[in-house]
């Protein structure tokens, strides 16, 4: 029998968060394919939070490249890829 298992509490604070926990929000956040919903999920950052933290995390001209790269993205949001 194969089941899930149950997901830890996301910390509320990213300042709670892991080194681990850190880097795969920045991998999920650069990833096209992932929602913001998905990173919610699964740390309890929404949008304005993710954005936020990759702003602290990343150097100046990084940020700068991924929030081009994000704010035209239909794909980092789960209700966009719906209407697809």
């Known amino acids: 029998m194969t089941g899930a298992r149950p997901l830890p ?7 709670e968060l892991t080194p681990g926990d850190r880097s795969r ?7 096209d394919d992932v929602p913001f919903e998905a990173i919610q ?3 309890g950052l929404d949008e304005s939070a993710v954005i936020r933290f990759m702003k602290q995390s ?3 001209g990084s940020f700068r490249l991924w929030r081009r790269r994000v704010e035209g993205r239909g794909a980092k949001h789960q209700r966009r890829l719906a209407v697809r």
Request: proline share 15%; glycine share 0%.
């Open 9 to 15: 509490p996301a910390p509320l604070d990213p300042r």
């Open 25 to 31: 929000i920045i991998e999920m956040a650069w990833a």
């Open 41 to 43: 999920f699964q740390f």
């Open 58 to 60: 990343l150097k100046a």
